[in-house]
C-alpha cells in the first residue's frame, strides 16, 4: 500500500465540486466538516486537473457508478467497458501513487444517501486516494466502511444517465456564496 497522505488544501467548508461530464453537469456540496481530509484531497486533485478526462469505470446498476482513475484517461470508452487494453492497467486500479486516512469512523454525516459522493478503496481502510462513486439509490450498507464526502445538490438526473465509459470531462471547485 501507498504511504498516506496529508493534504495542505485547507477546506473552509463552502466548496462545492462541479462534475462536467459527457452527460451533463453535477454540482455537490464538499463535507469539510465531516471529511475534512478527504475534501481536503480531492479539492487538490480537482485544481491539479487530475480528474480531467477520465472515464467512468464501473457502474452496478441501482447500486455506483465510480470514477476517478487515471488509468482510464487515454481509453476509449470502449476499451474501458472491455476492461483495458493489452498491456495497459486495467481500469480501477490507479491512483494518485498515495493513500490517505479513512473517515468514516469519524465523520458524522457518514450516510450513503442516493446520489452522496463518496470514496472508493482497497480492502484496507487507509487506502482511498482518488477514485469515487456516487450512489445510485441508498446504499446505507456502505456506511461504515466507505467515507461520504458530499451530497449532490443538482445533476441527480446526469448520474443516473452515467455508464461505464462515460467522460469526466472536468472537475472544478467553487465556493458557494
Known sequence: ???L???TYKPVGDEVAVFQTTK???E???D???APIHVANFCELAEKGFYNGTKFHRYVPGFVIQGGDPNTRDLTPEEVARGGKPGAPRPGTGGPG???KAEYRTNPHNSHDDAALAMARSMAPDSAGSQFYFCLGAQ???DRDYTVFGQTLTGQDVIRQLRQGD???SVTIRHQA
Open 1 to 3: 500500500m501507498a504511504a
Open 5 to 7: 497522505y496529508t493534504p
Open 24 to 26: 451533463g453537469t453535477i
Open 28 to 30: 455537490v456540496k464538499l
Open 32 to 34: 469539510a466538516a465531516g
Open 98 to 100: 498515495y493513500c490517505i
Open 140 to 142: 446505507h450498507g456502505l
Open 167 to 169: 467522460e469526466l470531462t
